[in-house]
């Protein structure tokens, strides 16, 4: 069965920092564009960052860039995401979501379960 | 960028009702539209991909339309399972953007 298990949240300072990750099972993670979205308590959802398949190349919203790193370790099959200069408006649910293909072009089919990132002092 | 706006934010419906659901891209998407559903306090699920292809195991009763801008999700005979929020989302090209989403809640 295909899954994705995230883990790593939590309460964080403003200005801190923090890494999300997200556990594959089912299927390997370098075969398939990957994302990370979020959502904002009482909000829609929102895309934060994705990296593409055999290639690495990674894509980041203009709200995160500079601060937000997406990566994945191939032999743990796991996707990361590495939270720096964390704000308030940061503060989410984050989700991990398995594209349909390799290049991000077929859109998500499997998303994990997700994992709240809370931003405040 | 390209933005996405969904209408209506949301709706109220009884079940057996044909619900339509309406996405509308700034630019031209040709067919690289995803619907998901949400419920409360779960993670999205894929509906739709492709505009009009449906997800496996989702009930035919889901069915998406539309290509360019204009984007309809219809549920045809809503159940009681189907109350959520709905969102649209372009994958043309990064970023990747959602519409704001819409709420189905029961009559």
């Known amino acids: 069965e295909v899954q994705l298990l995230e883990s790593g949240g939590g309460l964080v300072q403003p200005g801190g920092s923090l890494r999300l990750s997200c556990a594959a099972s089912g299927f390997t993670v370098s075969n398939y564009a990957m994302n990370w979205v979020r959502q904002a308590p009482g909000k829609g959802l929102e895309w934060v960052s994705g990296?593409?398949?055999?290639?690495?190349?990674?894509y980041d919203a203009d709200s995160v860039k500079g601060r937000f790193i997406i990566s994945r370790d191939n032999s743990k099959n796991t996707l990361y995401l590495q939270m720096n200069s964390l704000r308030a408006e940061d503060t989410a649910v984050y989700y991990c979501?398995?594209?349909?293909?390799?290049?991000?072009?077929?859109?998500?089919?499997?998303w994990g379960q997700g994992t709240t990132v809370t931003v405040s002092s | 960028d390209i933005q996405m706006t969904q209408s209506p934010s949301s709706l109220s419906a009884s079940v057996g009702d044909r619900v339509t659901i309406t996405c509308r891209a700034s630019q031209g998407i040709s067919s690289w539209l995803a619907w998901y559903q949400q419920k409360p306090e779960k993670a999205p699920k894929s509906l739709i991909y492709a505009a009009s292809s449906l997800q496996s195991g989702v009930p035919s009763r889901f069915s998406g339309s539309g290509s360019g801008t204009d984007f309809t999700l219809t549920i045809s005979s809503l159940q009681p399972e189907d109350f959520a929020t709905y969102y649209c989302?372009?994958?043309?090209?990064?970023?990747?953007?959602f519409g704001g989403g819409t709420k189905v809640e029961i009559k």
């Open positions: 979501a398995k594209d349909r293909s390799a290049t991000g072009s077929s859109g998500m089919d499997v």
């Open positions: 990296m593409s398949g055999s290639g690495g190349r990674t």
């Open positions: 989302q372009q994958y043309k090209s990064y970023p990747l953007t």
